[in-house]
């Protein structure tokens, strides 16, 4: 996320949480199943207790400490899922830039590199390093991606990306901002659209995703309001607060305002 001030927090809590999701989402009987990633195991803590209980204690134990949030994680995994491969195959996209990576392994999860697709993924050197250890640990992993360590404190992502040889500013790209624009201010939410504006190529597409704002003045209509105000709570208590939030209506007139890009659904 570009700019230059800390966008982030340094910690994998977030990271880590999203991917005992997918975990114990991919326990589940194949004909139930919703997304399949055989590598989430391998980024937390615990895993080798959830594979013993399998996947409906796993799922369980996960949501009678957040209830829904499985569900809404495994869903927007599966979402974004789907738009990577119509990018891919149908939009003639080659290239995926991940922003704030975390332990999002899309890049190994559907086999893009096979697709000739091109994947990078730019996130806080610390959380990256991080990550490159976990991925050593992966046996028989192929995983071509390209890894982006960019310092949102003093670096550009645009000016980082444009340094890896194999990235091509004039490509169609598809660009996923998953899970983040929560934690970051406003100013660099528009300043990230910006800069990823000048080195896309024609037709590329950028997801985010959002936390709606009714969330701090009536969070009854997103749900218990008792858990939506558990969720936001557990984030501030591991260094991670959600601090910036959109109505629905804002988007087109954000993406106008700061890019080339136009909302096509929400």
């Given at each position: 996320?570009?700019?230059r001030r800390p966008?982030?927090?340094?910690?994998?809590?977030?990271?880590?949480?999203?991917?005992?999701?997918?975990?114990?989402?991919?326990l589940a009987p194949e004909a139930t199943r919703i997304i399949d990633d055989p590598y989430?195991?391998?980024?937390?803590f615990g895993a080798s207790l959830v594979n013993l209980v399998g996947h409906g204690a796993g799922l369980w134990l996960f949501d009678m400490l957040m209830p829904g949030?499985?569900?809404?994680?495994?869903?927007?995994?599966?979402?974004i899922d789907d738009l990577v491969m119509q990018e891919a195959h149908e939009n003639g996209a080659c290239q995926v830039v991940l922003l704030g990576a975390g332990y999002d392994m899309r890049?190994?999860?559907?086999?893009?590199?096979?697709?000739?697709?091109?994947?990078?993924?730019?996130?806080?050197?610390?959380?990256?390093?991080?990550?490159?250890?976990?991925?050593?640990?992966?046996?028989?992993?192929?995983n071509p991606v390209h890894f982006v360590p960019v310092d949102f404190a003093s670096q550009r992502?645009?000016?980082?990306?444009?340094?890896?040889?194999?990235?091509?500013?004039?490509?169609?790209?598809?660009?996923?901002?998953?899970?983040?624009?929560?934690?970051?201010?406003?100013?660099?939410?528009?300043?990230t659209l910006?800069?990823?504006?000048?080195?896309?190529?024609?037709?590329?597409?950028?997801?985010?995703?959002?936390?709606?704002?009714?969330?701090?003045?009536?969070p009854a209509q997103l749900?218990?309001?008792?858990?939506?105000?558990?969720?936001?709570?557990?984030?501030?208590?591991?260094?991670?607060?959600?601090?910036n939030f959109y109505a629905q209506s804002e988007i087109a007139g954000l993406l106008e305002a700061s890019s080339k890009f136009r909302r096509v659904s929400d």
């Open positions: 996320v570009p700019g966008c982030r927090a340094m910690s994998d809590s977030t990271a880590a949480g999203v991917a005992k999701a997918r975990h114990i989402e991919s989430a195991q391998y980024f937390y949030a499985h569900e809404m994680l495994i869903a927007r995994t599966r979402c890049g190994a999860r559907l086999k893009l590199g096979e697709k000739k697709v091109k994947v990078f993924e730019v996130d806080q050197p610390a959380v990256q390093s991080r990550k490159r250890e976990k991925v050593a640990a992966i046996p028989n992993l192929s992502v645009d000016e980082e990306l444009e340094k890896v040889a194999d990235y091509d500013p004039k490509a169609k790209t598809l660009i996923i901002l998953e899970g983040v624009s929560q934690y970051i201010p406003a100013e660099a939410m528009l300043t910006k800069a990823m504006d000048g080195v896309t190529g024609p037709g590329s597409c950028f997801f985010f995703s959002y936390v709606d704002e009714r969330i701090q003045r009536e749900g218990d309001a008792k858990t939506v105000q558990k969720i936001m709570s557990m984030a501030a208590s591991v260094g991670e607060p959600w601090i």
